[in-house]
């Protein structure tokens, strides 16, 4: 009479004994060490670029530090959108990263209304890994051979110079713009499609100044086509410590191109940690140090909390500058 009760009750038993089994599973995977499997690097641009290049030096170097492998994934497209959407729609583990400049966190969304993602919603800072610090470069022809002598000269000559840059809303642009308004002067723009349009046209006297990264006119240089009379860092710069920094002219100047390491939000704050550690413990090895230097960007490195700060800073700079260079959303 009581068989039925007791088929029932060893039925419970046995699913209470399998439950009881899964547990040590589960709780083990949910401490499993990071990292446990490869990780990915997100970079918005093509290969060859200032991101692009910061990502693949690391990836090198974390790899060994981490023990997994660190790999680059490519995504450009639509000013960043669809790496950010990459990262979105990739779980909030700590195995998808994104490495790009500061652009996509400080212009985009100034610059452009119906923007696909929010930085401070999806994204969560990790590291600023790196700056690469642009030049104000001019023609060989141009009577200046100083930071103030070029500066006297675009005061006595208002609306006589032209600057080119990398385009409308570009770093370049802005960082000539920032000057512009700080200083009073009168120099007119001509927008290129990146430094490799707007370095030729300043050879060829089309414009008589520019800013771009050390690379693009170190060789400008040593032919005697170019002289380098300034840099945008808020600091003088380890790539060459005897150029003035505009910032001790115009204090508080500074609108070198930053690259860091962001991921999705949500990702647990312990992994968001370790990988800021890695990276700045990595940025630091004379190894990167020489491949940066090379590609003219310095190593950073730091905290979540520092590169939060940095990206907040460098928002409300550009934000000013795209406000006297009169550029609006779209």
Same mark, same amino acid.
């Given at each position: 009479?009581?068989?039925?009760?007791?088929?029932?009750?060893?039925?419970?038993?046995?699913?209470?004994?399998?439950?009881?089994?899964?547990?040590?599973?589960?709780?083990?995977?949910? $401490?499993?060490?990071?990292?446990?499997?490869?990780?990915?690097?997100?970079?918005?641009?093509?290969?060859?670029?200032?991101?692009?290049? &910061?990502?693949?030096?690391?990836?090198?170097?974390? $790899?060994?530090?981490?023990?997994?492998?660190?790999?680059? =994934?490519?995504?450009?497209?639509?000013?960043?959108?669809?790496?950010?959407? #990459?990262?979105?729609?990739?779980?909030?583990?700590?195995?998808?990263?994104?490495?790009?400049?500061?652009?996509?966190?400080?212009? !985009?969304?100034?610059?452009?209304? !119906?923007?696909?993602?929010?930085?401070?919603?999806?994204?969560?800072?990790?590291?600023?890994?790196?700056?690469?610090?642009?030049?104000?470069?001019?023609?060989?022809? &141009?009577?200046?051979?100083?930071?103030?002598?070029?500066?006297?000269?675009?005061?006595?000559?208002?609306?006589?110079?032209?600057?080119?840059?990398?385009?409308?809303?570009?770093?370049?642009?802005?960082?000539?713009?920032?000057?512009?308004?700080?200083?009073?002067?009168?120099?007119?723009?001509?927008?290129?499609?990146?430094?490799?349009?707007?370095?030729?046209?300043?050879?060829?006297?089309?414009?008589?100044?520019?800013?771009?990264?050390?690379?693009?006119?170190?060789?400008?240089?040593?032919?005697?086509? &170019?002289?380098?009379?300034?840099?945008?860092?808020?600091?003088?710069?380890?790539?060459?410590?005897?150029?003035?920094?505009?910032?001790?002219?115009?204090?508080?100047? =500074?609108?070198?191109? $930053?690259?860091?390491?962001?991921?999705?939000?949500?990702?647990?704050?312990?992994?968001?940690?370790?990988?800021?550690? #890695?990276?700045?413990? #990595?940025?630091?090895?004379?190894?990167?140090?020489?491949?940066?230097?090379?590609?003219?960007?310095?190593?950073?490195?730091?905290?979540?909390?520092?590169?939060?700060?940095?990206?907040?800073?460098?928002?409300?700079?550009? #934000?000013?500058?795209?406000?006297?260079?009169? &550029? $609006?959303?779209?």
């Amino acid at each position: 009479m009581n068989r039925p009760h007791t088929c029932l009750a060893r039925r419970k038993l046995c699913l209470g004994l399998m439950a009881a089994a899964l547990v040590p599973a589960v709780s083990s995977a949910s $401490t499993e060490p990071w990292p446990a499997k490869p990780i990915r690097f997100i970079v918005p641009y093509a290969p060859g670029g200032l991101p692009d290049t &910061v990502a693949r030096v690391l990836s090198q170097q974390l $790899t060994q530090r981490l023990g997994k492998p660190v790999v680059v =994934d490519n995504r450009p497209g639509a000013n960043g959108v669809v790496a950010a959407q #990459a990262l979105k729609s990739s779980p909030a583990d700590g195995y998808t990263f994104l490495v790009t400049d500061g652009s996509m966190m400080s212009i !985009n969304p100034a610059i452009y209304k !119906n923007l696909a993602y929010e930085p401070k919603r999806d994204f969560v800072p990790v590291s600023l890994a790196a700056r690469s610090p642009l030049f104000l470069a001019v023609n060989a022809r &141009v009577p200046a051979d100083s930071l103030a002598s070029f500066l006297a000269l675009a005061k006595s000559k208002p609306g006589m110079l032209n600057y080119g840059s990398s385009g409308i809303g570009s770093s370049h642009q802005l960082s000539m713009e920032a000057l512009k308004a700080a200083l009073k002067l009168d120099i007119k723009h001509i927008p290129f499609r990146g430094s490799g349009q707007s370095v030729p046209a300043l050879i060829g006297d089309q414009v008589q100044v520019v800013f771009a990264a050390l690379p693009s006119l170190s060789g400008f240089v040593k032919s005697g086509q &170019v002289k380098i009379l300034g840099t945008n860092s808020l600091h003088r710069s380890s790539l060459a410590p005897q150029i003035p920094a505009i910032s001790e002219v115009v204090p508080g100047y =500074d609108y070198a191109v $930053t690259v860091g390491v962001l991921a999705a939000t949500g990702t647990p704050d312990a992994v968001v940690k370790k990988m800021a550690d #890695a990276v700045a413990e #990595a940025v630091k090895m004379p190894e990167v140090i020489s491949q940066f230097h090379v590609a003219g960007i310095e190593p950073v490195g730091g905290s979540s909390g520092e590169y939060a700060k940095a990206i907040s800073n460098e928002a409300a700079r550009y #934000a000013e500058a795209l406000k006297v260079a009169n &550029v $609006t959303a779209e």
